[in-house]
């Protein structure tokens, strides 16, 4: 006798459902999920926009930075600038290095990097985290050098690529697709390997310049005159320091704006503050920034323009133009720096 025909029951179809569902799920992902689990260098996915100052220029050059960019520091960055100072131009320069690319940092997978914990927290501190050293000519003829340190780091950054966006998947998809060998995780340069990721890059630096959110970075500066030019404890006298906290709100592609607030306490002036309010106006490769900030000393408001220019993938100059108040009666004067940056970036 013929077995009757059964109906298969609804439970087994439906886990049958779920098996298919989860089957293609990890096909799909297939790259993405394994590229969380192996370590990568996350220096591979520096972006070459939104170059912050440096904190030994901003304690050093004459005037000042009174609106300082949230965004995040490059790995490596060396500043030539041309400052006025009375009636003559005071060269200058600065070096900014990430110790934890120094010491060959950067190797995490993504699953730890991009985790909320305490542990993932500190790390994309540590990783976004530079010392400052940075030098500056005689203020005056036979007057001191200058010589500053600082530090500055990134406390809360939304505009990170590499954990706010598929930017580490991405790539890795076109050099899977172009049957390129998947590079190691102390590669850091990923731009020669015969895959063209250079569009995929771009669209990295479209979706982070305009990406909401507001970014967070605190960092402090000492600056110190220098006689003679030696470096010793008799030959430096210390002149000012500087701590400040500024955060950056992007509300789309085209304005951010930043508000920055600086404890600065002088060798010839009590301990004060400054703080500003600058609109920054996005333009491809350029950044114009407009600000009014506000002296505690003075009690006098005063404006603040500056304008950067990439002009080479990972070359940048810039110009900035301000009013402060004078040390010796009070009065204000008038600043204007350029200069360019060359910074670390791997994107092409």
Same mark, same amino acid.
């Given at each position: 006798?013929?077995?009757?025909?059964?109906?298969?029951?609804?439970?087994?179809?439906?886990?049958?459902?779920?098996?298919?569902?989860?089957?293609?799920?990890?096909?799909?992902?297939?790259?993405?999920?394994?590229?969380?689990?192996?370590?990568?260098?996350?220096?591979?996915?520096?972006?070459?926009?939104?170059?912050?100052?440096?904190?030994?220029?901003?304690?050093?050059?004459?005037?000042?930075? $009174?609106?300082?960019?949230?965004?995040?520091?490059?790995?490596?960055?060396?500043?030539?600038?041309?400052? /006025?100072? /009375?009636?003559?131009?005071?060269?200058?320069?600065?070096?900014?290095?990430?110790?934890?690319?120094?010491?060959?940092?950067?190797?995490?997978?993504?699953?730890?990097?991009?985790?909320?914990?305490?542990?993932?927290?500190?790390?994309?501190?540590?990783?976004?985290?530079?010392?400052?050293?940075?030098?500056?000519?005689?203020?005056?003829?036979?007057? $001191?050098?200058?010589?500053?340190?600082?530090?500055?780091?990134?406390?809360?950054?939304?505009?990170?690529?590499?954990?706010?966006?598929?930017? $580490?998947?991405?790539?890795?998809?076109?050099?899977?697709?172009?049957?390129?060998?998947?590079?190691?995780?102390?590669?850091?340069?990923?731009?020669?390997?015969?895959?063209?990721?250079?569009?995929?890059?771009?669209?990295?630096?479209?979706?982070?310049?305009?990406?909401?959110?507001?970014?967070?970075?605190?960092?402090?500066?000492?600056?110190?005159?220098?006689?003679?030019?030696?470096?010793?404890?008799?030959?430096?006298?210390?002149?000012?320091?500087?701590?400040?906290?500024?955060?950056?709100?992007?509300?789309?592609?085209?304005?951010?704006?930043?508000?920055?607030?600086?404890?600065?306490?002088?060798?010839?002036?009590?301990?004060?503050?400054?703080?500003?309010?600058?609109?920054?106006?996005?333009?491809?490769?350029?950044?114009?920034?407009?600000?009014?900030?506000?002296?505690?000393?003075?009690?006098?408001?005063?404006?603040?323009?500056?304008?950067?220019?990439?002009?080479?993938?990972?070359?940048?100059?810039?110009?900035?133009?301000?009013?402060?108040?004078?040390?010796?009666?009070?009065?204000?004067?008038?600043?204007?720096?350029?200069?360019?940056?060359?910074?670390?970036?791997?994107?092409?």
């Amino acid at each position: 006798m013929k077995p009757r025909y059964q109906p298969p029951r609804p439970d087994s179809v439906l886990r049958k459902l779920v098996r298919a569902s989860i089957l293609l799920l990890s096909v799909a992902l297939g790259t993405p999920c394994a590229l969380q689990a192996e370590p990568i260098n996350l220096y591979r996915y520096v972006l070459g926009v939104d170059v912050p100052e440096s904190p030994g220029v901003m304690v050093l050059a004459p005037g000042g930075s $009174p609106v300082v960019h949230g965004s995040a520091p490059k790995p490596t960055t060396l500043t030539i600038f041309l400052a /006025s100072e /009375s009636d003559r131009l005071v060269p200058g320069l600065a070096i900014d290095v990430a110790p934890y690319f120094f010491v060959g940092g950067g190797i995490r997978d993504l699953k730890s990097y991009r985790s909320n914990s305490v542990a993932g927290r500190l790390t994309r501190v540590l990783t976004k985290t530079t010392l400052s050293i940075a030098a500056r000519g005689a203020q005056e003829t036979g007057g $001191p050098q200058g010589l500053a340190f600082g530090i500055r780091a990134t406390l809360h950054d939304p505009h990170d690529p590499v954990l706010n966006s598929a930017l $580490p998947e991405s790539v890795a998809a076109v050099l899977a697709r172009s049957g390129t060998p998947s590079p190691t995780a102390e590669v850091e340069d990923i731009t020669d390997f015969g895959a063209n990721v250079a569009p995929v890059f771009a669209a990295g630096r479209r979706a982070m310049r305009a990406r909401r959110g507001m970014q967070i970075s605190a960092g402090f500066g000492q600056a110190y005159e220098m006689r003679g030019g030696s470096v010793s404890s008799d030959s430096l006298d210390a002149d000012l320091r500087i701590l400040w906290l500024t955060s950056q709100i992007t509300f789309n592609a085209r304005f951010d704006v930043i508000v920055t607030g600086q404890i600065r306490d002088s060798s010839d002036e009590d301990t004060h503050m400054w703080l500003a309010l600058g609109l920054l106006r996005k333009v491809n490769a350029t950044d114009i920034q407009l600000a009014l900030y506000y002296d505690t000393d003075s009690r006098r408001i005063y404006p603040f323009l500056q304008t950067d220019i990439r002009i080479l993938p990972h070359f940048q100059v810039f110009g900035t133009c301000t009013v402060f108040q004078g040390s010796d009666d009070g009065s204000s004067v008038f600043s204007a720096r350029t200069g360019f940056r060359w910074f670390l970036a791997h994107d092409p």
